[in-house]
């Protein structure tokens, strides 16, 4: 089993910025794709953006409700898997869940969450 630890949510204005950050209690980022989805109340959980374990080369797919405005990377020396988010709309308000995942589907872990709020 594999806990996944996000941290770094909170309170922000519109077009502030927030780090999220989600590190697995053991080190399996170069076996895992990652991803980060978000649920915000009264809708269904959504992809946001995820990250291959890649090699030498991580490729990296976003929703395009945040293309240009969030990037997803990945730290394998730190197991840390990040998503910066600039230029926050009160849209982006939801809780986001880390997530890791086996290409074959066969195992797949889920972080508690962390929630985003953003509002003046």
């Known amino acids: 089993q594999v806990q996944l630890v996000e941290s770094g949510g909170g309170l922000v204005q519109p077009g502030g910025s927030l780090r999220l950050s989600c590190t697995p209690s053991?080190?399996?980022?170069?076996?895992?794709?990652m991803g980060w989805y978000r649920q915000a109340p009264g809708k269904q959980r959504e992809l946001v953006a995820a990250i291959t374990s890649g090699g030498s080369t991580n490729y990296a797919d976003y929703a395009d409700s945040v293309k240009g405005r969030f990037t997803i990377s990945r730290d394998n020396a730190k197991n840390t898997v990040y998503l910066q988010m600039n230029s926050l709309k009160p849209e982006d308000t939801a809780v986001y869940y880390c997530?890791?995942?086996?290409?074959?589907?066969?195992?797949?872990?889920w972080g508690q969450g962390t929630q985003v709020t953003v509002s003046s």
């Open positions: 997530n890791a995942w086996t290409t074959t589907g066969k195992y797949s872990y």
């Open positions: 053991r080190n399996i980022l170069s076996n895992y794709d």
